[in-house]
C-alpha cells in the first residue's frame, strides 16, 4: 500500500539545503487523518529514516548544509505518526526511502526560487553554471516567442524537460524545445537538474540531461501572492555610450524605473472523502513591459563595422534612411526635400538598427493548473493533471525597407517618372524619353516604423494514471496528451511585388504622378512611393506596401506508459554482503508526436521583403514504442572500507515509426568507505533521434552571421585564385559590397534520411561530510556527441571552399550577379541538416554548503555552486579538424562560454522573528572572441576593442519578513551595483542583442523586486 497516503497538513517540516536549495525530506508528520500502518517492509526503516536520508542523499550528488530542525529531527526517532514516503529521483525510476542517484543532481528548491527574485523560470536556470543561453525573452531578431534551457551548450533539443517526472510536449512549430513559459515559477516545488545522458531512463533527447520540475501538488488552504518588479538603471557612460555621442545619436538619461513586471498568483488546496483525496487549483497572470535598445546607453547605437585600434565605433546597415542606391555614378544617396543627390559614405550614412529593437520583449500570459489524487483502495490511487497557459509576445526589430531591391528588367527605372529629378536622371544615365535605367536600392522604410512579430502560443497538457502496489511490485500507469497552438502575425513589413508596382510611377492624363499598374489596370489599388526625395512618401504609399503576413500551427504530443518496480530482497535476492535486495524497474511507452506549420501566400513566396527568404509551411509526425529496465545492485554494507557499494544498471530500446531504432544504456557505481565519504561514477550511452522540424522542414532561404566575406572588399583577405573557387569573377574581385549587418543568406531545411545521435557521457564524483553541518562536492564530467544534426555552418563551408578548393564545398556556394553572398536572394550557401561531427565538453562542478547556529544571533547558511570548464570541442564534419570554444564567443563559436562561473549565498536567519537577509555572489569569467584564437578554424580579424567581454561579478541582496503565518513580505534586488554588461561590436547570431548577450549578463540594470505572500 502507500505509504503517506493522508497526508493533511504539514508541521515542523525538516529541510536540507541541496548545493543552496531547499528540499523536503522524506519525513512528515500529519494531522486530522491517522497515518495507515506501513507495511513491514517499510516499518523497520521509519526509526532511520532521517539519519539515512541525510547520508545518501549525497548519492544523488546534492550537497546540503543541515539546518537546526534537520539537526533536532536527527537527534530522535521517528514518532508514532511518522509515515515514510518511498521517493524517485531523477535520474532513476527506482522508488527508495532516500534521495539517491547515481549521478549528480542539483536542486532548486521553493525557497531558493523566492531568494532568487525571478518570477522567470529561464533566469533562474540560467544562473546555474550548468546552463548556457539559449532562446528567451531578451531575444528580439530570431525570437520564436518560447523560453528554453541549454545544459552543457549542447543544444535545448539535447535537453528534456519533464514535469512530476513526464515530458512536456514540444514548445512551438518553429522550436521544438519545451517551452519553460509553460511552467508557473510560483508552483514549483523544486527543479531537479541532472546533467550527462539519461535517454535510457527517460527516452530520446536526454542527451546533455533532464530537468525535472516538480510542482506543489498536494496543498491545503488558500494561498495569494503578488509580486511587482521593475529595472533601475543609471546610464554609466562607458565606449559605447561614447560612440553614440560621436555619431550625434540620442543617449538616454538615467532610468528610476522601466521595464515593469507584475503578477499575481491564487493557489487553492483540499482534502476531500474523509481525506481519501487532495485537489489543487492554481491561477496566475504575468505582465512584463517592452525595453527598447534606445533606452540603455550602450545600446545606443549598433556597434561594429567602423571600430578600430583605439576604440569602439557605431556601425549599422547599408539599408539605411534615405536610401542607397547602386546607380551607373557609383552609390548614391538623397540630399534633400528637392530631390538632389550626393554620394554615399557608409561611415556616415548606414542606419542605426539598434534603438528600436527590443531589448526585453513585452509578454502577457494566463496560466492555470491543477492536481488530483484519490485513494480507490489502499493499493489503487487514481490522480490527474492538468494545465494551461496562453502567453502574447511581441518581438519588435528594425524597420522593412528596399533590401537590395534589383530595379532592372520589368522593374527598370524609366525616364518617365515624374518623381525624378534632373539629378537623379543624370546619375542613372536617364537622357530621354523611353531610356530605362537599372539600379539596387537599399532604402530603410523608417515612416512605417520598427517590425513588429506578434506570436503567441496556447497549450493544454493533461495526465491522468492509476498506481498502487500489487503485492510486492508497485505499478503506474498513465495517459498524456499535451498540444501547443501557436499563431503570428508579422506586421510593418514591405511587399517585394508591391515594391516593384509603386516604383513605377508615370504620369496620367491630368498630369498626377500614379502607378502604371493603375494606368494599365493590372493593380489598381496600387500607390506611388516616392523615395527620390525627403519627406515625399505618404501614409497612403505605406498602407499599400505594409502587407502582414501570417502563421499558425500546433505541435502535439501523446504518451501511454506503465512502470514496474519491487524490491527482490522480498523474494529473496540479494547478496550475502548486504541485507538490502536488488531493485528493479520496468517499463514500456508509445509516444507520438506531430507538428504542423501554415504560413500564408507572403510567407510561403517570400513576398515579405525583410525576411531574407521564404518561409515554408512544415507538417509530419512519428511514433516510438519505448521498452527499458533499470536495477539497482547493493553488493556490500558495513563492510571494511566500504560503508556501502551499489551497481547500477539501465537499458531502453526504441523503435521508431521512421525505421530508426536505437539502444540506450548505463552503468554506475556508488562506494562509501566510510559514512562521511562516497565516491560515485556513472557512464551512460544515450540516444536524440530526429524532430520532426529536423526531418521534416521544407528547404528555403535564411541568414547567418558572419563576421566578413573574405572576397568583399576592396582588398580582400582572400586570394583571386581562393575567390574564384566561390564564383568570384576577376573582374568582381575587389569591387564586392560586403554586408555591412554582417548577414548572410544561407538554404536551410529538413532531411529525412538523419541518423539518430548518439552520446557517451561519464562522471566521476565525491562527495564530503567532514562535520554534521559542512559538505563538499567535486563531481568531473566528459560528454560527447557523435553525429550531430545540424546544417554544416555555412561559415565552414566558405573556408574551406576557399582553403582547399574541395568540390564537395564549392559546389554549395553560389553568389549573386554582384558577386554577394548577401544582396540578392539569388546568392547562398546550402546548409541543410545532416549527421555531421561531433561536439564534446570537459569538466568539473564543484558545490560546497555549511549551515552555522550562531546562538543568539541566530544562523547561517552557505552555499557554493560553481563549473570548471575545461574545454568544448567541436567538429564540423568528419576530418574537418577539431576547435576549442572554452573561454570563446562569437560567430563560430556562438554565446560565451566562461570557463569559470560560481554561485555563492549567505543567508542569515536573524534572532528577530521572522527576518531573513541573503546576499549572493555571481560571478562570470571573462571571455574572448573566437576570431582571436590560434586555430586555423577560428582565427580571423578582429579590432583591439572586441577582443574580449571582461568578467562580470553581480551582487544580489534579499530580504523577507514574516509578520506572522499568514503574512510575509519579501524585498531584494540582483545586480545591487548595477554593472552593465560587457559589449562588444561581434556578439553572435540570435543570442546577440543590443552589443551583448542579454541571455547571459544581466543587462538591464538593477532588478528591484517587491513580493507579498498571503496563506490561510
Same mark, same amino acid.
Given at each position: 500500500m502507500y505509504a503517506n497516503v493522508f497526508i493533511a497538513k504539514q508541521e515542523k517540516m525538516p529541510f536540507f539545503y541541496l548545493h543552496g536549495n531547499v528540499i523536503e525530506t522524506s519525513l512528515r508528520t500529519t494531522s486530522k487523518q491517522e497515518p495507515r500502518s506501513l507495511p513491514g517492509k517499510f516499518a523497520m526503516m521509519v526509526e532511520t529514516v532521517i539519519s539515512r536520508s541525510v547520508r545518501l542523499m549525497f548519492a544523488g550528488g546534492m550537497a546540503f548544509a543541515a539546518s537546526a530542525y534537520a539537526q533536532d529531527a536527527q537527534q530522535a526517532p521517528a514518532a508514532e505518526g511518522q509515515s515514510l514516503q518511498r521517493v524517485e529521483v531523477t535520474g532513476s525510476r527506482i522508488a527508495t526511502a532516500n534521495l539517491e542517484s547515481v549521478s549528480p543532481v542539483t536542486v532548486v528548491g521553493a525557497k531558493d526560487i523566492k531568494l532568487e527574485g525571478t518570477r522567470s523560470v529561464e533566469n533562474l536556470l540560467n544562473n546555474l553554471p550548468?546552463?548556457?543561453?539559449?532562446?528567451?525573452?531578451?531575444?528580439?531578431?530570431?525570437?520564436?516567442?518560447?523560453?528554453?534551457?541549454?545544459?552543457?551548450?549542447?543544444?535545448?533539443?539535447?535537453?528534456?524537460?519533464?514535469?512530476?517526472?513526464?515530458?512536456?510536449?514540444?514548445?512551438?512549430?518553429?522550436?521544438?524545445?519545451?517551452?519553460?513559459?509553460?511552467?508557473?515559477?510560483?508552483?514549483?516545488?523544486?527543479?531537479?537538474?541532472?546533467?550527462?545522458?539519461?535517454?535510457?531512463?527517460?527516452?530520446?533527447?536526454?542527451?546533455?540531461?533532464?530537468?525535472?520540475?516538480?510542482?506543489?501538488?498536494?496543498?491545503?488552504?488558500?494561498q495569494l501572492e503578488t509580486n511587482y518588479a521593475f529595472y533601475n538603471?543609471?546610464?554609466?557612460?562607458?565606449?559605447?555610450?561614447?560612440?553614440?555621442?560621436?555619431?550625434?545619436?540620442?543617449?538616454?538619461?538615467?532610468?528610476?524605473?522601466?521595464?515593469?513586471?507584475?503578477?499575481?498568483?491564487?493557489?487553492?488546496?483540499?482534502?476531500?472523502?474523509?481525506?481519501?483525496?487532495?485537489?489543487?487549483?492554481?491561477?496566475?497572470?504575468?505582465?512584463?513591459?517592452?525595453?527598447?535598445?534606445?533606452?540603455?546607453?550602450?545600446?545606443?547605437?549598433?556597434?561594429?563595422?567602423?571600430?578600430?585600434?583605439?576604440?569602439l565605433n557605431c556601425g549599422g546597415s547599408g539599408t539605411s534612411f534615405p536610401g542607397r542606391f547602386f546607380t551607373d555614378a557609383g552609390q548614391r544617396t538623397v540630399a534633400d526635400a528637392s530631390g538632389n543627390t550626393r554620394p554615399y559614405v557608409g561611415a556616415t550614412d548606414q542606419y542605426n538598427f539598434g534603438p528600436l529593437n527590443y531589448f526585453r520583449r513585452p509578454s502577457e500570459r494566463f496560466t492555470f493548473s491543477s492536481f488530483s489524487r484519490y485513494d480507490i483502495s489502499e493499493q489503487m490511487r487514481l490522480y490527474t493533471e492538468a494545465s494551461f497557459h496562453d502567453d502574447s509576445t511581441v518581438a519588435q526589430i528594425a524597420p522593412s525597407g528596399l533590401f537590395g531591391f534589383d530595379a532592372s528588367g520589368a522593374n527598370a527605372i524609366?525616364?518617365?517618372?515624374?518623381?525624378?529629378?534632373?539629378?537623379?536622371?543624370?546619375?542613372?544615365?536617364?537622357?530621354?524619353?523611353g531610356d530605362t535605367a537599372d539600379a539596387l536600392i537599399f532604402r530603410r522604410n523608417v515612416e512605417g516604423g520598427g517590425r513588429r512579430d506578434d506570436q503567441r502560443h496556447t497549450s493544454y497538457r493533461g495526465v491522468v494514471g492509476l498506481k498502487g502496489d500489487v503485492g510486492n511490485w508497485t505499478y503506474d500507469a498513465f495517459l498524456?496528451?499535451?498540444?501547443?497552438?501557436?499563431?503570428?502575425?508579422?506586421?510593418?513589413?514591405?511587399?517585394?511585388?508591391?515594391?516593384?508596382?509603386?516604383?513605377?510611377?508615370?504620369?496620367?492624363?491630368?498630369?498626377?504622378?500614379?502607378?502604371?499598374?493603375?494606368?494599365?489596370?493590372?493593380?489598381?489599388?496600387?500607390?506611388?512611393?516616392?523615395?527620390?526625395?525627403?519627406?515625399?512618401?505618404?501614409?497612403?504609399?505605406?498602407k499599400y506596401l505594409q502587407t502582414p503576413g501570417f502563421q499558425k500551427g500546433s505541435t502535439s504530443q501523446t504518451v501511454q506508459g506503465i512502470n514496474l518496480s519491487t524490491d527482490l530482497g522480498e523474494y529473496g535476492i540479494k547478496l550475502p554482503t548486504t541485507s538490502r535486495g536488488v531493485g528493479i524497474a520496468l517499463g514500456w511507452e508509445h509516444r507520438t508526436e506531430k507538428l504542423d506549420l501554415a504560413t500564408d501566400t507572403a510567407f510561403e513566396t517570400g513576398d515579405l521583403a525583410g525576411q531574407g527568404g521564404p518561409t515554408l509551411g512544415v507538417a509530419g509526425q512519428f511514433s516510438v514504442r519505448d521498452y527499458y529496465a533499470e536495477a539497482r545492485i547493493p553488493v556490500l554494507e558495513k563492510a571494511p572500507f566500504a560503508e556501502s557499494l551499489t551497481l547500477n544498471g539501465s537499458f531502453r530500446r526504441s523503435d521508431y515509426s521512421t525505421g530508426q531504432k536505437t539502444d540506450s544504456y548505463g552503468v554506475g557505481a556508488e562506494w562509501s568507505p566510510v559514512s562521511a565519504a562516497k565516491v560515485r561514477f556513472s557512464y551512460q550511452r544515450a540516444a536524440r533521434a530526429a524532430n520532426v522540424v529536423e526531418l521534416f522542414t521544407p528547404q528555403g532561404l535564411s541568414l547567418y552571421g558572419m563576421s566578413g566575406d573574405p572576397c568583399a572588399g576592396t582588398r580582400p583577405t582572400a586570394t583571386l585564385a581562393q575567390c574564384a573557387r566561390t564564383g568570384v569573377t576577376a573582374a568582381q574581385y575587389g569591387k564586392i559590397e560586403d554586408s555591412p549587418a554582417q548577414q548572410y543568406n544561407q538554404i536551410t531545411g529538413g532531411n529525412t534520411n538523419l541518423a539518430p545521435e548518439e552520446s557517451d557521457s561519464y562522471t566521476l564524483g565525491l562527495v564530503l561530510t567532514p562535520m554534521r553541518n559542512l559538505s563538499l562536492t567535486i563531481d568531473a564530467f566528459d560528454m560527447k556527441v557523435n !553525429?550531430?544534426? #545540424?546544417?554544416?555552418?555555412?561559415? +565552414?563551408? $566558405?573556408?574551406?571552399?576557399? /582553403?582547399?578548393?574541395? @568540390?564537395?564545398?564549392?559546389?554549395?556556394?553560389?553568389?549573386?550577379?554582384?558577386?554577394?553572398?548577401?544582396?540578392?536572394?539569388?546568392?547562398?550557401?546550402?546548409?541543410?541538416?545532416?549527421?555531421?561531427?561531433?561536439?564534446?565538453?570537459?569538466?568539473?562542478?564543484?558545490?560546497?554548503?555549511?549551515?552555522?547556529?550562531?546562538?543568539?544571533? !541566530?544562523?547561517? #547558511?552557505?552555499?557554493?555552486?560553481? +563549473?570548471? $570548464?575545461?574545454?568544448?570541442? /567541436?567538429?564540423?564534419? @568528419?576530418?574537418?579538424?577539431?576547435?576549442?570554444?572554452?573561454?570563446?564567443?562569437?560567430?563560430?563559436?556562438?554565446?560565451?562560454?566562461?570557463?569559470?562561473?560560481?554561485?555563492?549565498?549567505?543567508?542569515?536567519?536573524t534572532p528577530w522573528t521572522g527576518l531573513e537577509l541573503g546576499l549572493t555572489w555571481r560571478h562570470i569569467k571573462s571571455v574572448k572572441l573566437d576570431a582571436t584564437s590560434d586555430n586555423d578554424l577560428l582565427a580571423g580579424t578582429f579590432v583591439k576593442p572586441d577582443e574580449s567581454l571582461a568578467a562580470r561579478d553581480y551582487i544580489d541582496l534579499v530580504g523577507q519578513w514574516a509578520f506572522n503565518k499568514h503574512l510575509t513580505l519579501r524585498m531584494g534586488v540582483n545586480n545591487a551595483l548595477d554593472k552593465d554588461?560587457?559589449?562588444?561590436?561581434?556578439?553572435?547570431?540570435?543570442?546577440?542583442?543590443?552589443?551583448?548577450?542579454?541571455?547571459?549578463?544581466?543587462?538591464?540594470?538593477?532588478?528591484?523586486?517587491?513580493?507579498?505572500?498571503?496563506?490561510?
Amino acid at each position: 500500500m502507500y505509504a503517506n497516503v493522508f497526508i493533511a497538513k504539514q508541521e515542523k517540516m525538516p529541510f536540507f539545503y541541496l548545493h543552496g536549495n531547499v528540499i523536503e525530506t522524506s519525513l512528515r508528520t500529519t494531522s486530522k487523518q491517522e497515518p495507515r500502518s506501513l507495511p513491514g517492509k517499510f516499518a523497520m526503516m521509519v526509526e532511520t529514516v532521517i539519519s539515512r536520508s541525510v547520508r545518501l542523499m549525497f548519492a544523488g550528488g546534492m550537497a546540503f548544509a543541515a539546518s537546526a530542525y534537520a539537526q533536532d529531527a536527527q537527534q530522535a526517532p521517528a514518532a508514532e505518526g511518522q509515515s515514510l514516503q518511498r521517493v524517485e529521483v531523477t535520474g532513476s525510476r527506482i522508488a527508495t526511502a532516500n534521495l539517491e542517484s547515481v549521478s549528480p543532481v542539483t536542486v532548486v528548491g521553493a525557497k531558493d526560487i523566492k531568494l532568487e527574485g525571478t518570477r522567470s523560470v529561464e533566469n533562474l536556470l540560467n544562473n546555474l553554471p550548468q546552463v548556457f543561453a539559449d532562446q528567451g525573452g531578451s531575444i528580439s531578431n530570431g525570437s520564436s516567442g518560447t523560453a528554453t534551457v541549454n545544459l552543457r551548450n549542447f543544444g535545448a533539443d539535447r535537453t528534456l524537460v519533464l514535469v512530476n517526472g513526464r515530458r512536456l510536449p514540444a514548445g512551438s512549430p518553429r522550436n521544438t524545445a519545451a517551452d519553460l513559459n509553460q511552467i508557473p515559477a510560483a508552483l514549483i516545488k523544486r527543479v531537479e537538474v541532472l546533467t550527462g545522458g539519461a535517454s535510457a531512463i527517460y527516452g530520446s533527447d536526454a542527451v546533455a540531461g533532464v530537468v525535472n520540475f516538480i510542482m506543489n501538488d498536494n496543498f491545503q488552504g488558500v494561498q495569494l501572492e503578488t509580486n511587482y518588479a521593475f529595472y533601475n538603471h543609471q546610464q554609466n557612460g562607458g565606449p559605447a555610450a561614447e560612440a553614440s555621442r560621436r555619431r550625434n545619436f540620442p543617449v538616454p538619461d538615467d532610468k528610476g524605473a522601466d521595464g515593469k513586471i507584475k503578477d499575481a498568483n491564487l493557489l487553492l488546496g483540499g482534502n476531500f472523502a474523509d481525506g481519501r483525496g487532495n485537489a489543487v487549483a492554481f491561477f496566475g497572470y504575468k505582465k512584463e513591459d517592452a525595453l527598447l535598445q534606445s533606452e540603455r546607453d550602450f545600446t545606443a547605437c549598433s556597434l561594429g563595422g567602423f571600430s578600430s585600434a583605439e576604440r569602439l565605433n557605431c556601425g549599422g546597415s547599408g539599408t539605411s534612411f534615405p536610401g542607397r542606391f547602386f546607380t551607373d555614378a557609383g552609390q548614391r544617396t538623397v540630399a534633400d526635400a528637392s530631390g538632389n543627390t550626393r554620394p554615399y559614405v557608409g561611415a556616415t550614412d548606414q542606419y542605426n538598427f539598434g534603438p528600436l529593437n527590443y531589448f526585453r520583449r513585452p509578454s502577457e500570459r494566463f496560466t492555470f493548473s491543477s492536481f488530483s489524487r484519490y485513494d480507490i483502495s489502499e493499493q489503487m490511487r487514481l490522480y490527474t493533471e492538468a494545465s494551461f497557459h496562453d502567453d502574447s509576445t511581441v518581438a519588435q526589430i528594425a524597420p522593412s525597407g528596399l533590401f537590395g531591391f534589383d530595379a532592372s528588367g520589368a522593374n527598370a527605372i524609366r525616364f518617365e517618372n515624374p518623381f525624378l529629378s534632373p539629378a537623379w536622371k543624370r546619375d542613372l544615365g536617364l537622357t530621354g524619353p523611353g531610356d530605362t535605367a537599372d539600379a539596387l536600392i537599399f532604402r530603410r522604410n523608417v515612416e512605417g516604423g520598427g517590425r513588429r512579430d506578434d506570436q503567441r502560443h496556447t497549450s493544454y497538457r493533461g495526465v491522468v494514471g492509476l498506481k498502487g502496489d500489487v503485492g510486492n511490485w508497485t505499478y503506474d500507469a498513465f495517459l498524456q496528451a499535451g498540444k501547443v497552438l501557436y499563431s503570428e502575425t508579422y506586421f510593418n513589413d514591405f511587399s517585394n511585388q508591391r515594391i516593384g508596382r509603386a516604383l513605377d510611377v508615370v504620369s496620367n492624363a491630368a498630369g498626377q504622378p500614379v502607378c502604371r499598374s493603375v494606368v494599365d489596370g493590372t493593380d489598381p489599388n496600387c500607390v506611388p512611393y516616392n523615395i527620390w526625395a525627403l519627406g515625399k512618401v505618404t501614409p497612403e504609399a505605406l498602407k499599400y506596401l505594409q502587407t502582414p503576413g501570417f502563421q499558425k500551427g500546433s505541435t502535439s504530443q501523446t504518451v501511454q506508459g506503465i512502470n514496474l518496480s519491487t524490491d527482490l530482497g522480498e523474494y529473496g535476492i540479494k547478496l550475502p554482503t548486504t541485507s538490502r535486495g536488488v531493485g528493479i524497474a520496468l517499463g514500456w511507452e508509445h509516444r507520438t508526436e506531430k507538428l504542423d506549420l501554415a504560413t500564408d501566400t507572403a510567407f510561403e513566396t517570400g513576398d515579405l521583403a525583410g525576411q531574407g527568404g521564404p518561409t515554408l509551411g512544415v507538417a509530419g509526425q512519428f511514433s516510438v514504442r519505448d521498452y527499458y529496465a533499470e536495477a539497482r545492485i547493493p553488493v556490500l554494507e558495513k563492510a571494511p572500507f566500504a560503508e556501502s557499494l551499489t551497481l547500477n544498471g539501465s537499458f531502453r530500446r526504441s523503435d521508431y515509426s521512421t525505421g530508426q531504432k536505437t539502444d540506450s544504456y548505463g552503468v554506475g557505481a556508488e562506494w562509501s568507505p566510510v559514512s562521511a565519504a562516497k565516491v560515485r561514477f556513472s557512464y551512460q550511452r544515450a540516444a536524440r533521434a530526429a524532430n520532426v522540424v529536423e526531418l521534416f522542414t521544407p528547404q528555403g532561404l535564411s541568414l547567418y552571421g558572419m563576421s566578413g566575406d573574405p572576397c568583399a572588399g576592396t582588398r580582400p583577405t582572400a586570394t583571386l585564385a581562393q575567390c574564384a573557387r566561390t564564383g568570384v569573377t576577376a573582374a568582381q574581385y575587389g569591387k564586392i559590397e560586403d554586408s555591412p549587418a554582417q548577414q548572410y543568406n544561407q538554404i536551410t531545411g529538413g532531411n529525412t534520411n538523419l541518423a539518430p545521435e548518439e552520446s557517451d557521457s561519464y562522471t566521476l564524483g565525491l562527495v564530503l561530510t567532514p562535520m554534521r553541518n559542512l559538505s563538499l562536492t567535486i563531481d568531473a564530467f566528459d560528454m560527447k556527441v557523435n !553525429g550531430v544534426i #545540424d546544417g554544416l555552418p555555412a561559415s +565552414t563551408t $566558405l573556408t574551406q571552399c576557399l /582553403q582547399t578548393g574541395d @568540390p564537395k564545398f564549392c559546389a554549395l556556394i553560389t553568389r549573386d550577379r554582384l558577386g554577394s553572398l548577401w544582396a540578392l536572394n539569388s546568392a547562398n550557401i546550402i546548409a541543410t541538416n545532416q549527421n555531421l561531427g561531433m561536439r564534446s565538453t570537459k569538466g568539473i562542478d564543484l558545490g560546497a554548503n555549511y549551515g552555522y547556529k550562531m546562538g543568539a544571533w !541566530g544562523g547561517l #547558511d552557505l552555499s557554493f555552486i560553481g +563549473t570548471y $570548464l575545461k574545454e568544448f570541442k /567541436q567538429e564540423d564534419f @568528419p576530418g574537418s579538424g577539431q576547435y576549442d570554444c572554452a573561454g570563446l564567443h562569437g560567430t563560430t563559436c556562438g554565446t560565451p562560454l566562461p570557463t569559470w562561473r560560481h554561485k555563492i549565498r549567505a543567508v542569515w536567519a536573524t534572532p528577530w522573528t521572522g527576518l531573513e537577509l541573503g546576499l549572493t555572489w555571481r560571478h562570470i569569467k571573462s571571455v574572448k572572441l573566437d576570431a582571436t584564437s590560434d586555430n586555423d578554424l577560428l582565427a580571423g580579424t578582429f579590432v583591439k576593442p572586441d577582443e574580449s567581454l571582461a568578467a562580470r561579478d553581480y551582487i544580489d541582496l534579499v530580504g523577507q519578513w514574516a509578520f506572522n503565518k499568514h503574512l510575509t513580505l519579501r524585498m531584494g534586488v540582483n545586480n545591487a551595483l548595477d554593472k552593465d554588461p560587457p559589449v562588444s561590436g561581434v556578439v553572435a547570431a540570435t543570442l546577440g542583442n543590443g552589443n551583448t548577450y542579454p541571455q547571459v549578463y544581466d543587462a538591464m540594470g538593477r532588478h528591484i523586486f517587491l513580493n507579498l505572500t498571503a496563506k490561510f
